[in-house]
């Protein structure tokens, strides 16, 4: 094998939520690796990134032009590089001269989906990262995914190389204790992050005389609708719900999850579900969607139908004990309640 002298992560389009953890944890890496790395980043993201002696950070501000310079800058550098990782879903605009490899983190990419709920600038911007995706994916000579059910979407939509890498960060920092989190929900607020009918099924909850404490982490400047509509609920129902905003600090969020009686994961669409990861790492107990992305990576305690709040909220009371099943009667105790009834 060739000794690879430079490498350059192509990470224009990350800059938040689980993908943004993953490309710390590389580049923190890459920077022990001792190798000459160049990583392009998404300007919003410039304050987790600092310049090291064998590492160089072009930052890239989020608009068309700069997205095109950008994409004009790497097919120059490719030309004295020897593996090129598209970090962000999205393949070069340009057939580049070094290996390319392409880490698709997003379903939505490949996976046609009804894009209800988004906002017309959201469907808009999903609508053209597809196109993209389409039309220039033949860039790229592999593709690297996180599970198999991503592997499996991947390889209807392409005849190459498509492998199964997962990673994530694991740190064992022991932080202090945070007391009175029943279950949390570590998740931005897309809406096939199903937040609302996890909100429904806490107010099902509510109504049976169950008020658990639920943790959530969604941004309120990004997610002021959704944020605002949760905050009507809780004030209406009486719910014991708590957002904590966006939270930038993996250890403070690995803090949150391991101080946790549960994690509740009801996302309808995942390529990854780092959440679930960091959970079973943490030992914390898993309610999740019963879907194969949850499959591919968990082994939840309890699964519920994503799209039912009355199943999540039966989810939940079987995990707390509070459901008793209904007998299984013999033929002759069905039929002796039969002869009994008034």
Known sequence: MSKINNIIVNAVSTHSG??????????????????????????????YFDSKENLI?????????????????????????????????????????SESILFVQSAYIIKPQVLSGFSLKQKLRMSIERLWFIIFNTNVDSFIVQTKSMQKLMLNVTDKKVEVFPFALFQNNQCHNINNIDFIYPSSGE????????????????????????????????????????????????????????????????NYVRSSKALIFPSKLESFGMPLIEAKYLKVPILASELDYVRDVAEPVQTFDPSSPESICNAVERYLG???????????????????RD
């Open 18 to 47: 689980g993908g943004l953890v993953l490309l710390r944890a590389l580049v923190s890496t890459l920077q022990e690796s001792g190798l000459e790395y160049i990583v392009i980043v998404d300007s919003r993201a410039r304050k």
């Open 57 to 97: 950070i072009l930052f890239v501000k989020p608009s068309l032009v700069e997205r095109f310079k950008s994409e004009l800058n790497l097919r120059k550098l490719s030309k004295v590089s020897d593996k090129i990782l598209s970090f962000g879903n999205l393949p070069p605009l340009f057939k580049l001269s």
């Open 191 to 254: 809406p096939h992050k199903n937040h609302k009918n996890l909100i429904r099924a806490w107010i099902l909850l509510s109504a049976k005389g169950i008020n658990l404490s639920l943790y959530l982490t969604l941004d309120n400047n990004v997610f002021l609708n959704l944020v605002s509509w949760i905050e009507s609920k809780v004030e209406k129902h009486s719910l014991n719900i708590i957002n904590l905003g966006y939270v930038t600090q993996h250890n403070e969020m690995l």
């Open 322 to 340: 509070v459901v008793e099943l209904n007998p299984i009667l013999t033929p002759k105790q069905f039929l002796n309640n039969i002869i009994s």
